[in-house]
């Protein structure tokens, strides 16, 4: 069982002063050194890599979490969570959509209380790229009949005019993240509150809370975690991942009825010949797709050269 962070040099000397008194007098070949605390033995490396091994290596690796933020080259670190998270009552939140240029960007949130986490794991809530479409269908109805949640979801032209105001994908994001803990938590009564709030992660914390305070957004109450991959983390973010994407079909499908043709989700070329169809017959393309994706260049160029 072990941990990794990295580190960046000043946060390597820092780490270094903190074991001061627990340094390892033989280091490990190619190591910068060795320290053993608390049961756990901690080895730092040149490359800013850290490594953290014994029977608390999280708790002792949560210790300086914030140090290793980011590497020496700027690369976003997967950083840990509490230990029992996984069995917390948890908001979760997930989003789908970004990489797609036809359809909208929807957000999802849902309370998973500590009572349900285990049902809703033997259920087989995952990450909804895992999942196939059917199995979204069947799955989603659960979430919508029995916890609380909240979807945000950014059709096309909606999306397009924040973006044309100066709004990038990641403020959107933001914003619908917040937008829908707010919701979820408006639904709980004060004895209900949750124990953590946990985002999928897709931006550094700092940028997120950033974009909120530009935004003059409200802060829900209540602790926030934000993790890559976080649906293996808690099923909550599972749940919401699935949410999403059951919104997202649906809309894909009112969308692709409208357009009178199959409406692919995804930004390769099948999506350039479709766009490029909907232009020569004179449809509204940013009712459809995300106008700012290189795609909208692409299809402009096809609908020229076949009209």
């Known amino acids: 069982m072990q941990t990794v962070i990295i580190l960046t040099k000043s946060a390597l000397k820092k780490l270094e002063a903190a074991y001061k008194s627990a340094l390892v007098h033989k280091a490990p070949p190619h190591s910068l050194f060795q320290a053993k605390n608390n049961g756990v033995t901690i080895t730092a490396y040149p490359s800013g890599k850290v490594l953290f091994q014994g029977k608390y290596h999280r708790e002792e690796a949560e210790r300086f979490q914030k140090l290793g933020e980011t590497s020496k080259t700027g690369t976003k670190v997967r950083t840990t969570l509490p230990v029992g998270f996984s069995e917390w009552g948890v908001i979760g939140s997930d989003e789908v959509g970004a990489g797609a240029y036809f359809g909208p960007l929807t957000t999802a949130a849902v309370y998973v209380p500590r009572s349900k986490v285990a049902e809703l794991k033997k259920l087989g809530f995952a990450d909804s790229k ?82 909120l305070k530009r935004n003059n957004q409200q802060l829900p109450n209540v602790k926030s975690y934000f993790i890559t991959k976080g649906e293996a983390e808690h099923v909550a973010v599972a749940a919401a991942s699935v949410l999403a994407r059951y919104v997202e079909l649906q809309t894909m499908k009112e969308l692709s009825q409208e357009a009178g043709m199959n409406l692919p989700i995804g930004a390769g070329k099948e999506v350039d ?4 169809v909907l232009i020569r017959q004179g449809k509204q393309l940013g009712h459809f797709a995300k106008l700012h994706f290189k795609n909208t260049e692409k299809a402009e160029r096809l609908a020229k050269i076949k009209s």
């Not at 010949?273 to 490029?276: I, M, V, Y």
């Open 130 to 211: 895992t999942l196939t479409d059917d199995r979204i269908q069947e799955l989603a109805p659960y979430i919508i009949n029995h916890f609380p949640y909240h979807v945000v979801n950014l059709t096309p032209d909606f999306y397009n005019q924040k973006q044309q105001s100066g709004q990038n994908v990641v403020a959107m994001k933001a914003l619908s993240h917040n937008f829908t803990h707010n919701q979820v938590l408006a639904k709980l009564d004060s004895q209900k509150k949750p124990d953590a709030i946990l985002v999928d992660q897709f931006v550094q914390e700092s940028s997120y809370f950033r974009y």
């Open 273 to 276: 010949q479709k766009a490029a």
